[in-house]
């Protein structure tokens, strides 16, 4: 299957900083990514629908300003949490879907895990 | 709205029986896909099976198979002959009919399955 990568693993920041995390599609072109946020033992919440070269669409509830996604390519998606606080420490999951690909197949990178001190 | 409910947070099974995982879901569009994923500690998501509101036939993968009735708006997943690896969360997702939402996954809460000797 499509193989999706995720950059860093995990990553351990101070309150107040900046973290960007990178999702690309290692051997297919993701025309849209997804980005998912799971809290310990609950289910994933989708945080926005990217589509390359267009502005992410956010979901309900998910402040844009503060989780910046950028598709600038279409095999690189990144998520930026700016200001980051402890209450933003959480596992962070992008998905990838592309053309060529079932149109229902998506593809999930291993997550990104987020604390936050 | 879509909605994905998943009644067992925690379920045990000994090796070698089969186990019945469940989900039942609600939407008004027509045309949806379901899905299980697994997801062991290491966090990644697995996909497992899938079943089109329109397949005739339940899906079946391997040791998976979903036992699919729309009438009752149920996609439950039947997982066979257990294995000690078999245990991890399983996630019952719906995919959002095709178009302009970008097949977006709704997850349900998940069942946290343990199989014991």
């Known amino acids: 299957g499509a193989v999706v990568s995720q950059h860093p693993s995990w990553v351990i920041c101070k309150s107040g900083t900046s973290v960007k995390i990178e999702c690309r599609s290692l051997?297919?072109?993701?025309?849209?990514m997804f980005w998912y946020r799971q809290f310990p033992k609950q289910s994933l919440m989708l945080m926005a629908t990217?589509?390359?070269?267009?502005?992410?669409?956010?979901e309900q509830g998910v402040e844009k300003d503060k989780f910046l996604i950028n598709h600038a390519s279409l095999t690189l998606s990144t998520l930026t949490v700016t200001s980051a606080h402890p209450e933003d420490s959480s596992f962070y999951i992008c998905?990838?879907?592309?053309?060529?690909?079932?149109?229902?197949?998506?593809?999930f990178g291993p997550g990104t895990r987020l604390t936050v001190l | 709205a879509q909605k994905i409910t998943q009644t067992q947070p925690g379920m045990f099974v000994q090796e070698k029986e089969a186990v019945t995982l469940d989900c039942t879901y609600d939407?008004?569009?027509?045309?949806?896909?379901l899905f299980w994923y697994k997801q062991p500690s290491s966090g990644e998501m697995i996909f497992l099976i899938y079943?089109?509101?329109?397949?005739?036939q339940n899906a079946t993968e391997g040791r998976y198979s979903l036992n699919f009735q729309k009438a009752r708006k149920s996609a439950n997943l039947v997982i066979s002959a257990s294995q000690l690896g078999d245990s991890a969360m399983y996630f019952c997702?719906?995919?959002?009919?095709?178009?302009?939402?970008?097949?977006?996954?709704?997850f349900g809460t998940g069942t946290q399955l343990k199989v014991e000797l």
């Open positions: 998905s990838a879907r592309g053309p060529g690909l079932g149109w229902d197949e998506q593809f």
């Open positions: 051997d297919f072109q993701a025309t849209t």
């Open positions: 990217s589509n390359e070269g267009s502005k992410a669409t956010y």
């Open positions: 939407t008004s569009d027509p045309s949806y896909g």
């Open positions: 079943q089109g509101s329109y397949d005739q």
């Open positions: 997702a719906m995919r959002d009919a095709p178009g302009g939402g970008g097949n977006k996954l709704t």
